[in-house]
């Protein structure tokens, strides 16, 4: 797998290794164990998180609660992912961090590079891809779209938790109940969705939201191969460019999914033809949108996919 990835620069990798925060465990060892800490008014003791994407860093503060304090990495849907690149601010953040969940599998390796750079023998670092099992071949790195996902990550953030702060096990245990108790609002749309549409041809730029789609019983007619094009910053070939023209022409597909955060000129023209072809569209994130929690997020582009095969309706988006 190729991907258009996030990165760090030399210059501020540079920077980290010369500015002293390799030496993150220095910032506040108030607890004894080298481990950095901070102090809520009442004295209680406040984990330092770090998720590489805004939608981990939002599961770490909803199991967390009061007891985290969390910072999002890439975190501004108003950009392209895939063009981020690491600051020395980053840096000083994961310096300090004693959990960090990151999705792995090439998607965001700039993080390996940053943790390199300051070692801090507390910090215990989440990779999602291989907690789950996921090789360095799989296709589509987006595997926080997964049904599957989240529960599984949240366990793993709970325990995590409750060994850095056990005094906080209960509190931590609750989060994760009602984490996983709100994830059934998504899956019941996510049935509702494949109970009247099983099987309809969904066409889409990049495999962003390609879980989700599938986990509905629909059907990605694009070519894998034009998806990972899109996917790794270069032109798809004209035999699927014209593949995927003909989804449109000859309306084998009833809904055009799009990543929001990368207009590119092949979206741009796909855009055009589905509105000339009177085919709804919906814009799906790569990173969670604003004003929303993961769930909301994926609830919104599951009503969002309905609402254009019900109404015909497109959705530019949700934030």
């Known amino acids: 797998m190729k991907l258009r990835i996030a990165r760090i620069s030399t210059v501020t990798l540079g920077l980290l290794v010369t500015s002293g925060l390799a030496v993150g465990c220095t910032t506040n ?29 939002d599961v770490i503060k909803q199991i967390g609660g009061k007891y985290v304090s969390v910072t999002g990495i890439m975190s501004d849907p108003a950009t392209d992912p895939h063009e981020y690149e690491a600051s020395t601010k980053n840096a000083s953040v994961i310096s300090g961090a004693t959990l960090v969940v ?14 390199s750079a300051s070692p801090n023998s507390p910090r215990t670092v989440i990779d999602v891809a291989k907690e789950l099992g ?36 209960q509190y931590f245990e609750n989060n994760l109940t009602k984490f996983t108790d709100s994830l059934n609002t998504w ?73 929001q955060q990368v207009i590119t000129d092949v979206t741009k023209t796909f855009l055009a033809l589905a509105k000339k072809d009177h085919i709804p569209t919906v814009g799906v994130y790569e990173t969670m949108p604003a004003n929303h929690t993961y769930q909301t997020w994926m609830e919104d582009e599951t009503k969002a996919i309905t609402n254009a095969l019900e109404n015909g309706t497109s959705t530019e988006t949700i934030s």
């Open 29 to 57: 060892t108030a607890n004894g164990s080298g481990s950095p800490e901070t102090k809520t008014t009442n004295g209680a003791k406040v984990i330092q998180a770090v998720g590489a994407e805004s939608e981990y860093a």
């Open 102 to 115: 990151q999705n792995g599998i090439g998607y965001d390796d700039f993080m390996n590079k940053l943790e």
């Open 134 to 169: 996921y090789g360095q071949d799989t296709q589509n790195p987006h595997l926080w779209y997964k049904t599957d996902t989240m529960p599984r990550v949240a366990e793993l953030i709970a325990e995590q938790l409750e060994k850095q702060d056990p005094s906080q096990k």
């Open 187 to 259: 899956k019941k749309e996510l049935a509702d969705l494949q109970s009247k549409y099983a099987g309809t041809g969904v066409a889409v730029t990049e495999p962003v939201a390609d879980y989700l789609i599938q986990a509905a019983g629909l059907d990605v007619k694009t070519p894998w191969s034009f998806q990972e094009a899109i996917m790794n910053g270069t032109d798809p070939s004209p035999q699927d460019v014209q593949l995927q023209t003909d989804l449109f022409n000859q309306h084998k597909i009833k809904v055009f999914c799009y990543n």
